[in-house]
């Protein structure tokens, strides 16, 4: 096996997806410290040094105690290395956890024992069936009073399609949660809570089968070993081939926030979980397969960050690793011909950085730019591999946007073109009149842009609601069409940050009439950028 090679399958890179307050941020935090990236995991709703998790690192997430921006972490464990991606949990964030998706090959599914599978679980679930990515499930605080494990698998089954292979079974939940037998060993997991202020790494003694009556009563032996024989008979035993299809997803039990069964689902996941898959690309024009260990070094962005260090007004292109030996210095190309030296290359443990001398396939690294790269940018050494773009999906909410002072319009420009390119939000500027229009899934970006706005650009900006509230992109096969659209529609018609065009609608209805009258032209609610 030659170096490339090595190295590529010793990659795990996976996302971490859940419906809000099922545990999600917590897990990250005690997978990172369980792989010794971290001393002491933080938690969103603790007080003081507790509270500074390493994946929420803007200010509203601290406040708020949610992710609203996906983060990249990476650490070792058992001489692999770990590319966690922490997505945003609220519905209002779900563009930006789609496109983190696509730089993902597998995932853990963080169900909260009490709730099951909640709708934006099932959203993110959907997300990742279209794109065939592996599912690890993790269900989360046990040590909480809990629905009967055999009914959350059999919704598993039942809403996923799925079928759950239980690698452990739990004993009891809340006050009689004792621990989890592994299905595996047959060794029992005995679960203690931490006492108080204790941190570090907190392990948990592994008993052969044959002693649990140190710990367990008759009773409780009893209820676990018929449970085990229940699962045991009557769901699919685990299948490492029918998982990475797709079609099976192993599930681990535990308590995120006591640190329990953490290390066992982070071992799950480096046995399990596949090495960076085979990439499909145009290749000089012709559809082809990027291969993780070819020679060649080629990426894509799936995110730009701005102002990650406020004090530098930084912006980094998150970059996909698809193939080859990254190293530090290597000039590299995209697509449509613009040639990049990436001379500080960087790895990331939430919002802390450090220089990268080398990377792989599988691996994240960060390269800092000034608005060169953008979200969905192919880069590769020749210039000749045009990954698939990530598409935008049209915005739901439309807002106007303006500043307190009018001397720092400009300056409002500036910071929302910025943002707008991290994919979040986007910017829409109307061809008559001088507003600006904000457009976002969900309110809460709304709430999230004011305050970056303020902490990032020390701007007062303030939304308010416009006469628009449907916006399509528009395209038409004859340039005389489109200027015949325009010139009849001048109040509604505006460009996005890439200049193309968009018709700005009073509602949905609106875009269904004027589309029925305008037969050649095409409204479209998703755009792939394309990439010359």
Request: charged share 25%; aromatic share 8%; with cysteine.
């Amino acid at each position: 096996m030659n170096e490339l090679t090595q190295e590529t399958s010793r990659r795990r890179t996976f996302a971490i997806i859940s419906h809000p307050d099922a545990g999600k941020t917590t897990l990250t935090e005690n997978l990172l410290l369980t792989g010794g990236a971290i001393r002491m995991a933080g938690a969103v709703r603790a007080r003081g040094e507790q509270r500074r998790t390493k994946s929420d690192f803007m200010n509203i997430e601290k406040e708020r105690g949610i992710s609203v921006s996906s983060a990249v972490m990476t650490f070792e464990h058992r001489d692999n290395v770990i590319n966690l991606l922490d997505t945003p949990g609220h519905e209002d964030f779900s563009e930006d956890t789609y496109r983190t998706l696509t730089a993902a090959d597998a995932a853990i599914m963080v169900l909260d024992a009490a709730k099951g599978i909640e709708p934006q679980t099932l959203k993110l679930f959907e997300v990742c069936r279209l794109r065939d990515i592996p599912i690890i499930t993790f269900i989360n605080k046990m040590d909480r009073e809990a629905q009967d494990p055999m009914e959350l698998l059999d919704e598993v089954a039942a809403k996923l399609a799925l079928d759950p292979a239980p690698i452990f079974w739990p004993q009891g939940s809340g006050q009689r949660f004792k621990g989890m037998l592994d299905l595996r060993t047959n060794e029992f997991v005995a679960f203690s809570r931490p006492v108080a202020r204790q941190q570090g790494l907190i392990t948990h003694d592994r008993i052969p089968i044959s002693e649990i009556g140190t710990i367990l009563s008759a009773a409780e032996q009893e209820e676990l070993k018929n449970g085990a024989e229940l699962v045991q008979g009557g769901y699919a035993h685990f299948d490492l081939r029918s998982f990475r299809e797709g079609h099976m997803t192993p599930v681990f039990f535990g308590s995120a926030l006591r640190q329990f069964g953490v290390l066992d689902l982070l071992d799950g996941l480096v046995q399990y979980a596949p090495p960076p898959h085979n990439s499909k690309a145009n290749i000089k024009g012709v559809a082809g397969e990027i291969h993780a260990d070819d020679a060649e070094v080629a990426g894509f962005v799936f995110k730009i960050q701005a102002n990650m260090d406020p004090n530098h007004r930084d912006r980094i292109a998150m970059v996909r690793l698809a193939s080859g030996k990254f190293t530090r210095g290597m000039r590299l190309k995209t697509s449509g011909g613009k040639q990049i030296g990436v001379h500080n290359p960087m790895m990331f443990v939430g919002q802390d950085r450090e220089l990268t001398e080398e990377a792989y396939a599988g691996d994240i690294i960060g390269i800092p730019n000034h608005g060169v790269l953008r979200v969905g940018d192919s880069l590769s050494q020749s210039g000749n591999i045009n990954f698939k773009g990530i598409p935008n999906f049209a915005p739901e909410i439309l807002r106007r946007v303006f500043v307190k002072d009018p001397l720092k319009a400009k300056h409002l420009v500036k910071a929302l073109q910025a943002l707008s390119e991290e994919g979040v939000t986007q910017l829409f500027r109307p061809e008559i009149g001088a507003d600006l229009i904000v457009g976002a899934v969900g309110p809460l970006q709304f709430d999230v842009l004011v305050e970056r706005i303020k902490a990032e650009y020390g701007l007062l900006a303030t939304f308010e609601t416009c006469t628009f509230n449907g916006v399509r992109w528009i395209a038409a096969a004859n340039k005389s069409d489109m200027d015949n659209f325009v010139d009849r529609n001048k109040s509604g018609i505006a460009r996005d940050i890439d200049g193309d065009a968009v018709f700005l609608a009073k509602n949905n209805w609106e875009i269904g009439y004027v589309a029925e009258k305008f037969p050649k032209i095409a409204f479209t609610a998703i755009k792939e950028r394309e990439i010359a």
